[in-house]
């Protein structure tokens, strides 16, 4: 894409690496702006004016200003999506079953346990410490993740057997529960490794690394 406009804003967390790795399965040019969370950078005039959520991942395209990790990674799939790369879900009822994936992933995975447990953990200073909340967030994710792990045995992706944004986010997921901790089964590991071979995620991870 020569005419590229699309710029990133992030780096450098699990939730940020999930449009840019996006991108990169794409194909896609485009500008990476690295700021980082809790760095003051999200504070700034400028960019609260872009987002005055202050929050990271953001996008622009053009014209189209769009923040949250899902609808940014959803967006680019969409718009630029192809079946030599991730291709847009082909009906009304395969993009109904990756919902049904992308809600659980980061409702029950992402924001209601990992990120507890990041609370309690490495932001103990901001939210307090608590063993007892990092123990029941572990317990629950791997309760959760049984449901994955289930399905992850019948097929090599979680949607129609292809790889597509829910594996993004799975996948993310997946590493950050190592980070934190938690063991996963054999099922997962053997996904999660295929995942982080492919191209398009190492890529991605050394876009995430970089610095302002």
């Known amino acids: 894409m020569s005419d590229s406009q699309i710029t990133l804003w992030g780096a450098g967390t699990s939730r940020t690496i999930r449009p ?11 500008k990476l702006k690295p700021i980082g969370p809790r760095t003051g950078e999200t504070q700034t005039e400028s960019y609260t004016l ?7 991942p953001f ?7 769009l923040s949250e990790s899902v ?6 799939v969409n718009r630029y999506g192809t079946t030599a790369t ?18 659980f992933i980061y409702g029950e995975l992402d924001e209601t346990s990992l990120y507890i447990i990041r609370r309690h953990d490495a932001l103990a200073a901001i939210y ?16 959760q ?6 399905h992850l045995r019948e097929t090599q992706y979680l949607v129609n057997n292809k790889f597509g944004v829910a594996d993004v986010f799975l996948t993310t997921c997946l590493v950050w529960a190592g980070s934190s901790g938690i063991d996963l089964s054999e099922t997962l590991n053997s996904y999660l490794q295929r995942m982080l071979s492919r191209e398009g995620y190492q890529a991605a991870r050394a876009q995430n690394t970089q610095q302002t």
């Open 20 to 30: 840019i790795w996006t991108a990169e399965e794409l194909g896609l040019r485009y």
């Open 50 to 56: 872009l987002n005055p959520k202050q929050k990271i």
């Open 59 to 65: 996008l622009e395209d053009g014209s189209l200003q």
């Open 71 to 76: 609808a940014i990674s959803r967006y680019l």
């Open 86 to 103: 991730i291709a847009p879900p082909a009906s009304i009822e395969e993009q109904a079953k990756e919902d049904e994936w992308l809600s």
């Open 128 to 143: 307090g410490e608590s063993a007892t909340a990092i123990a029941a967030a572990k317990q629950y994710f791997q309760k």
């Open 145 to 150: 993740m049984a449901v994955a792990d289930l």
